[in-house]
């Protein structure tokens, strides 16, 4: 039989369908795939976090440390620039491990915490480093390499990101880094009822209220269109909270809507079992990051859900996008606005590239990614005493 998968979500984050976290819905898509006869995943999640957890794999509760204080994290950098462990960071991380001595011998996957992988015992178990973004940026190549010696991978979910990620590693590790893009409920997230002729064309942001994220420039292109045909619906929050006080950001976000009327939507942070819904109903999703997003969830999820989805060329999105999505220049508000004007013109060509996301979306299933996470793990897999993953 394989080795179990433990995933070490980023310590204080929810196990839970409450919360909007990228990583969880990533452990969770991955556990619902578990492929038959393999043995049941695990989660370390901390004992104060929500306890409506996924049921697809099984929680090794810990009491976590306190949270890093900015003091804490202050010293924490010092420490590095001296060559010494971070061991503020790597205290959060020791509570979540620190039951890993009674856990079967397994394949630990410390999500976005290198140094994290440091504190699994790799006599027991087999370390990996799962990055979700640029983690390393901080590190010199000796702190790097330091950290993740005993990782037997570094997964990375873009090519971006591993190009970015190895470049911080010193040589002798860039050949363990794979590649492991995320994927998709396709189950859950399907197309809604055909849109009705003549109906306004529905274009949809869901996502975190920060200027990284880029609605402001959904809104900007939706004012640059001044077309009472298209309909902007804006779904999030700053956090994963509906009720958190409203950043100045947000507060932009409003006064910009203000200017589309009844052409707009506004809506707060929606728990994760209502986005599918939402995504159906659109016909066309934006996702206009103005940072180097290595693997963002919403561009796989809108496809599958059968809208169109335009997103900036940047970081990992273009890989997402592949030739089932439309790519445009990131923070261009006029660039985006014509490629929402060209859809709402030509409503053949939309169906078609409705169908077309669909059918790219399909095929990263969650399913298909956990197959790929066995390969690119290959060895690491394997029963305990027969070795790790080469280097």
């Not at 790799?122 to 990996?128: K, N």
């Not at 794979?178 to 942001?205: C, I, K, Q």
């Amino acid at each position: 039989m394989s080795r179990r998968l433990v995933h070490v979500i980023t310590p204080g984050d929810h196990y839970s369908p409450r919360t909007g976290s990228a990583i969880a819905t990533v452990v969770h898509g991955l556990s619902s795939a578990t492929p038959p006869g393999e043995p049941r995943p695990a989660v370390a999640v901390g004992r104060s976090t929500y306890p409506d957890r996924y049921d697809d794999a099984d929680a090794l509760e810990y009491d976590e440390a306190p949270p890093l204080g900015p003091r804490e994290r202050r010293a924490d950098a010092v420490r590095a620039r001296l060559g010494l462990p971070r061991t503020g960071t790597r205290g959060t991380y020791a509570a979540a491990l620190a039951g890993q001595g009674a856990w079967e011998p397994s394949v630990v996957l410390v999500h976005n915490g290198p140094q994290g992988v440091a504190l699994v015992d790799a006599a027991r178990h087999v370390p990996v480093l799962y990055a979700h973004n640029q983690l390393l940026r901080t590190y010199s190549q000796r702190e790097a390499g330091r950290a993740l010696e005993n990782a037997a991978a570094v997964v990375c979910v873009s090519d971006d990101l591993a190009q970015a990620t190895a470049d911080r590693l010193p040589p002798s590790l860039r050949g363990r880094v794979r590649v492991v893009r995320n994927g998709v409920d396709t189950a859950t997230l399907r197309p809604g009822p055909p849109r009705t002729p003549g109906a306004p064309l529905e274009v949809s942001f869901v996502g975190r209220m920060i200027p990284d994220k880029g609605a402001d420039v959904l809104l900007r292109a939706a004012l640059l269109l001044d077309r009472p045909d298209v309909h902007v619906t804006v779904v999030g929050s700053s956090g994963f909270s509906a009720t958190d006080p409203l950043t100045p950001f947000e507060t932009e976000v409003r006064a910009l809507a203000a200017g589309l009327g009844e052409r707009v939507t506004l809506s707060p942070f929606v728990p994760r079992a209502q986005v599918a819904a939402l995504l159906a109903a659109a016909d066309v999703v934006v996702v206009p990051s103005r940072w180097p997003d290595p693997c963002p969830l919403t561009v796989l999820e809108g496809m599958a859900a059968g809208a169109v989805v335009i997103g900036s060329a940047i970081g990992g999105i273009p890989e997402l996008l592949g030739d089932a999505g439309v790519p445009v220049r990131p923070d261009d508000p006029e660039a985006l606005a014509a490629a929402i004007a060209r859809l709402a013109d030509d409503p053949d060509a939309l169906a078609a590239a409705q169908a077309q996301a669909r059918a790219h979306a399909v095929a990263r299933d969650w399913t298909v990614v956990r197959r790929d996470l066995s390969q690119a793990l290959g060895p690491a897999l394997a029963p305990a005493g027969h070795g790790g993953l080469a280097g």
